[in-house]
């Protein structure tokens, strides 16, 4: 059996599954004809944008979830905190994960000078006038559901936008939402 490797720019609004369990949902099939065998390696929820990376190669997956690799996130805040604001995601912080209480591992935390430049969001996020917005990069070594969101929560500036532009080896570059690359491995 041939094994498949795919880079994807997951765009917001997309499910990291192929199957759609409710009406009017849009899954990664809706993006590429994928092989039936490949799958998200990780994920990314459907409010979440950026890279996804899918394979059938059972090798690669085990190797990529349990090494502790690095994932990069573009996280668009509400709010404007300042550097030792992030100082709890550098040190780890407790959140909710399955009901239970859950200690993060530390981050890498860091406030972006000028915002990123990112392609739109459709739809875009709201923007409010009296409330500023920041950019942060955050790098973890693990992923728990929601764990970015719930981070940034816990420490008072809600995530407004999400975009993973790297894992570990792999990165976004020049690709733009919808975009699929197969690789010969990874």
Known sequence: MPFH?????????????FTTPMEGKVGLGSLYDFPRDVYPVGRLDEDSEGLLLLTNDPKANGWLLGQGI?????????GCPADNDLQPLRLGLTIKHKKEAYRTLPAQASLFEVAPVVPDRHPPIRFRANI???????????????????MTAAIGFPTLRLIRVRFGMHNLGQMQPGEVKELSSF
């Open 5 to 17: 490797y795919f880079l994807v720019y997951k765009p917001y609004g997309v499910l990291s599954q």
């Open 70 to 78: 690095e994932k990069e996130y573009w996280v668009q805040v509400e």
């Open 132 to 150: 500023p917005t920041t950019w942060l990069k955050i790098i973890l070594r693990e992923g728990k559901n929601r764990q970015v969101r719930k």
